[in-house]
T-cell receptor, first 114, second 113 residues
Framework: AQKITQTQPGMFVQEKEAVTLDCTYDTSDPSYGLFWYKQPSSGEMIFLIYQGSYDQQNATEGRYSLNFQKARKSANLVISASQLGDSAMYFCAMTGGATNKLIFGTGTLLAVQP | DGGITQSPKYLFRKEGQNVTLSCEQN?????MYWYRQDPGQGLRLIYYSQIVNDFQKGDIAEGYSVSREKKESFPLTVTSAQKNPTAFYLC????????????FGPGTRLTVT
């Protein structure tokens, strides 16, 4: 069975600094996808970044990058130059197998301080 | 604008009543999903549909039912058999299976008393 683990319930970061949110995963599927979503207080889930299991390079999307270490089964999200608007819950998720079902971690609450 | 709509944003029901949550998308996506989120938790999959007139149970399907008569619509019924229906419900869609990001609607917060 697939599983996502996020061990940081909450994180603080100063505005303009970088922050890393941890995510480890477990799967027996050779092909899988790793995702990060942001959930502001409004509740909507916003897609941030995707990494495929066969991708050789780490994914990047603007200020977001995914530090993919396949051997360690980790997929940490790095946010550079944090902004106040980055304060939200962040969820790591994965898919695998023949369907696109998402398995979510329990999330990390990020608070950006001025 | 393309997107996913869920209505209403907040829904209140008495225990023992069935309630249907709507989800509509105009993204021309084949696959649609329903998730449930409880406070302090991640999302858990209730049902998903990869094509019209077909759907499969997710991890927590008991007490829920769905239909997929049109590509654009995937309503979720929370039945009286669902023991703990109060939660935040999110609908999502994607272009296909395997590796495609899912786009989420704004969610419906259901409270049953």
């Amino acid at each position: 069975a697939q599983k996502i683990t996020q061990t940081q319930p909450g994180m603080f970061v100063q505005e303009k600094e970088a922050v890393t949110l941890d995510c480890t995963y477990d799967t027996s599927d050779p092909s899988y996808g790793l995702f990060w979503y942001k959930q502001p207080s409004s509740g909507e889930m916003i897609f941030l970044i995707y990494q495929g299991s066969y991708d050789q390079q780490n994914a990047t999307e603007g200020r977001y990058s995914l530090n993919f270490q396949k051997a360690r089964k980790s997929a940490n999200l790095v946010i550079s130059a944090s902004q106040l608007g980055d304060s939200a819950m962040y969820f790591c998720a994965m898919t695998g197998g023949a369907t696109n079902k998402l398995i979510f971690g329990t999330g990390t609450l990020l608070a950006v301080q001025p | 604008d393309g997107g996913i709509t869920q209505s209403p944003k907040y829904l209140f029901r008495k225990e023992g009543q069935n309630v249907t949550l709507s989800c509509e998308q105009n993204l021309n996506h084949d696959a649609m999903y329903w998730y449930r989120q409880d406070p302090g938790q991640g999302l858990r999959l209730i049902y998903y549909s990869q094509i019209v007139n077909d759907f499969q149970k997710g991890d927590i399907a008991e007490g829920y039912s769905v239909s997929r008569e049109k590509k654009e619509s995937f309503p979720l019924t929370v039945t009286s058999a669902q023991k703990n229906p109060t939660a935040f419900y999110l609908c999502a869609s994607s272009t296909g299976t395997s590796g495609y990001e899912q786009y989420f609607g704004p969610g419906t917060r259901l409270t049953v008393t």
